[in-house]
Nanobody, 117 residues
Framework: QVQFVESGGGLVQPGGSLTLSCEASESIPGNFFSRMIIGWYRQQPGKQRELIASIYRDGTQDLKPPVEGRFTISRENANKTVFLQMVDLQTDDTAVYYC???????WGQGTQVIVSS
């Protein structure tokens, strides 16, 4: 069974916006999800996968420099869902985006984001 399912990726032009969703599966109890740190990772072409955003149980965000000021991470514990709101997308944001625990214990299929004119 997969732990998380990512969705919302697509093709957008530079300067565009996109919101990604990450839904935890039935294998993850709600009480457990609520107290865990959840993160968004991405793997750009030719690069290693990296953590770009984290969110704690109280909603506190930790955004890394490449996305700080443009991306926002949020969570809805009742729905066991984490979101990544992305604005002012740039070509360098092109990547496969994954969600998971921090630190990560497994990887899902991710969702592809392509920023191109």
């Amino acid at each position: 069974q997969v732990q998380f399912v990512e969705s919302g990726g697509g093709l957008v032009q530079p300067g565009g916006s996109l919101t990604l969703s990450c839904e935890a599966s039935e294998s993850i109890p709600g009480n457990f999800f609520s107290r865990m740190i959840i993160g968004w990772y991405r793997q750009q072409p030719g690069k290693q996968r990296e953590l770009i955003a984290s969110i704690y149980r109280d909603g506190t965000q930790d955004l890394k420099p490449p996305v700080e000021g443009r991306f926002t991470i949020s969570r809805e514990n009742a729905n066991k869902t984490v979101f990544l709101q992305m604005v002012d997308l740039q070509t360098d944001d092109t990547a496969v985006y994954y969600c998971g625990f921090v630190p990560a214990s497994s990887w899902g299929q991710g969702t592809q984001v392509i920023v191109s004119s």
